[in-house]
């Protein structure tokens, strides 16, 4: 994500979400909780727009995505999404659902770790967000629930078919995608849909701790390994052996490689400096 900005100030308050910033860890806070934070039109493009300028302004080194009240995401409101829909042509349809798409691609490609915090339920939309999710940390209450296909939509919705298989498996992701069934914690962190399982009431906390250990640590070693993740999911092996003997160099050029080196010699942790 490119640091430089045209003429758009940086947005001052944003109705559909709660930002936090505290020392490089934002949390965004799905703050919806009388509707279990179904999402709106208005809440896809705050997403959208509030991990485009994060991204461009490099202060921030970890995010936490968690949702207010009973539960993460209940997925797209029936009301102002659903019933919405039906009364919108195939042009305006195309732009919503690409709408959505740019949401998990840019909780994918922003240059920082993100950290579901999962309690309750995680459907439809909301299971895709904690899917696109580096991280997704879960207490017991936790469920998740692909449904589009309930709702007689394709179960490959925002990136669903692309990314579940990469996490649980063809088999896995198939009958999550086409039953449409819930997966509770313990099936979720069978299966690896989990990062890990909390005590009951304790995932926020947890992806607090771990959102703070990555803010800490070195950023653009993390930033560049989240990319490459990302991006050789679909490549030859020697195309991926390319890009990472490019990228380490690259690294190897740069500030923190040279501060671990002189924190060992020294006997103390280092002091990233995300450069």
Same mark, same amino acid.
């Given at each position: 994500?490119?640091?430089?900005?045209?003429? *758009?100030?940086?947005?001052?308050?944003?109705?559909?979400?709660?930002?936090?910033?505290?020392?490089?860890?934002?949390?965004? *806070? +799905?703050?919806? $909780?009388?509707?279990? #934070?179904?999402?709106?039109?208005?809440?896809?493009?705050? +997403?959208?727009?509030?991990?485009?300028?994060?991204?461009?302004?490099?202060?921030?080194?970890?995010?936490?995505?968690?949702?207010?009240?009973?539960?993460?995401?209940?997925?797209?409101?029936?009301?102002?999404?659903?019933?919405?829909?039906?009364?919108?042509?195939?042009?305006?349809?195309?732009?919503? #659902?690409?709408?959505?798409?740019?949401?998990?691609?840019?909780?994918?490609?922003?240059?920082? $770790?993100?950290?579901?915090? +999962?309690?309750?339920?995680?459907?439809? &939309?909301?299971?895709? @967000?904690?899917?696109?999710?580096?991280?997704?940390?879960?207490?017991?209450?936790?469920?998740?629930?692909?449904?589009?296909?309930?709702?007689?939509?394709?179960?490959?919705?925002?990136?669903?078919?692309?990314?579940?298989?990469?996490?649980?498996?063809?088999?896995?992701?198939?009958?999550?995608?086409?039953?449409?069934?819930?997966? @509770?914690? $313990?099936?979720?962190?069978?299966?690896?849909?989990?990062?890990? +399982?909390?005590?009951?009431?304790?995932?926020?906390?947890? &992806?607090?701790?771990?959102?703070?250990?990555? &803010?800490?640590?070195?950023?653009?070693?993390?930033?560049?390994?989240?990319?490459?993740?990302?991006?050789?999911?679909?490549? $030859? @092996?020697?195309?991926?052996?390319?890009?990472?003997?490019?990228?380490?160099?690259?690294?190897?050029?740069?500030?923190?490689?040279?501060?671990?080196?002189?924190?060992?010699?020294?006997?103390?942790?280092?002091?990233?400096?995300?450069?």
């Amino acid at each position: 994500m490119s640091p430089f900005t045209g003429s *758009t100030p940086r947005t001052a308050r944003w109705h559909h979400l709660r930002l936090d910033i505290d020392r490089g860890v934002a949390t965004v *806070t +799905l703050a919806r $909780p009388a509707k279990l #934070n179904a999402l709106t039109f208005g809440a896809y493009a705050d +997403l959208r727009d509030l991990l485009a300028e994060l991204s461009r302004e490099r202060s921030v080194r970890a995010l936490v995505l968690d949702g207010e009240g009973r539960g993460f995401c209940s997925g797209g409101d029936v009301d102002e999404i659903i019933g919405a829909t039906l009364a919108l042509d195939t042009a305006q349809l195309l732009d919503f #659902n690409r709408m959505t798409g740019q949401v998990v691609r840019a909780l994918r490609e922003c240059p920082f $770790p993100v950290v579901a915090a +999962l309690h309750g339920v995680a459907a439809g &939309a909301g299971a895709v @967000l904690a899917l696109a999710a580096d991280f997704r940390i879960a207490d017991p209450t936790t469920r998740f629930a692909f449904l589009f296909t309930r709702v007689g939509l394709s179960g490959g919705d925002m990136g669903a078919a692309y990314l579940l298989p990469r996490v649980v498996g063809l088999g896995h992701a198939t009958r999550l995608l086409m039953l449409g069934e819930p997966v @509770l914690a $313990p099936e979720a962190e069978r299966i690896g849909l989990l990062s890990e +399982l909390t005590e009951e009431g304790g995932a926020g906390e947890r &992806a607090a701790e771990l959102a703070r250990r990555l &803010a800490d640590g070195p950023a653009l070693a993390l930033a560049q390994t989240k990319a490459l993740l990302t991006s050789e999911l679909d490549m $030859p @092996l020697a195309a991926s052996i390319e890009l990472d003997a490019a990228t380490q160099a690259l690294l190897m050029n740069g500030e923190d490689y040279a501060e671990f080196h002189a924190a060992f010699t020294e006997k103390r942790p280092p002091k990233w400096r995300g450069c």
